[in-house]
């Protein structure tokens, strides 16, 4: 795969501003670090981001996540090993992230509300368009995850 464009050279000022997001949900939310590795994963596997998959792989395998909690992300209905709280953030994240097929049902919502704060849903929230955009920007721009090592 070639890439299009270096997006980060051509426009520096919006690579700054997501950068600035990324920054926020990352270090300054105050979020779990183990649901921000949930929305990154599972993200990047509905928009079909190999660069974006390889990278939160990764960082949530450098955090001490498990392989099977990892590998299970992309199935997480029919994985036992996510709790009710998890599993309210992941389906916010498949809501949000197919935001014209879901429309943001309200069960989804009301899930959020049994676990999270209003202030923390809507970091949730953040988290969840952050990564979108660096998605967008991956895939749209078709940015290479690197090959640490042949199959």
């Not at 600035?20 to 929305?39: M, N, Q």
């Not at 949530?60 to 590998?71: D, F, M, Y």
């Not at 994240?93 to 309200?106: F, I, K, Q, R, Y």
């Amino acid at each position: 795969m070639q890439a299009r464009i270096d997006y980060m050279q051509a426009a520096p000022d919006a690579f700054q501003a997501v950068w600035a997001l990324e920054k926020y949900v990352s270090e300054d939310s105050g979020l779990d670090p183990t649901l921000i590795h949930l929305v990154k994963l599972r993200a990047s596997q509905i928009n079909g981001c190999a660069y974006c998959v390889d990278m939160h792989t990764k960082e949530a395998r450098k955090h001490g996540l498990s392989e099977q909690w990892i590998a299970l992300v992309c199935v997480w209905r029919e994985a036992a090993v996510f709790d009710a709280r998890e599993r309210a953030v992941l389906a916010w994240v498949d809501a949000l992230t197919n935001l014209s097929e879901t429309g943001a049902p309200d069960a989804d919502f009301e899930a959020l509300r049994a676990h999270f704060s209003e202030a923390d849903i809507t970091r949730l929230t953040v988290a969840i368009g952050t990564i979108n955009v660096w998605n967008r920007l991956a895939v749209g721009f078709r940015v290479p995850h690197p090959v640490d090592l042949a199959a």
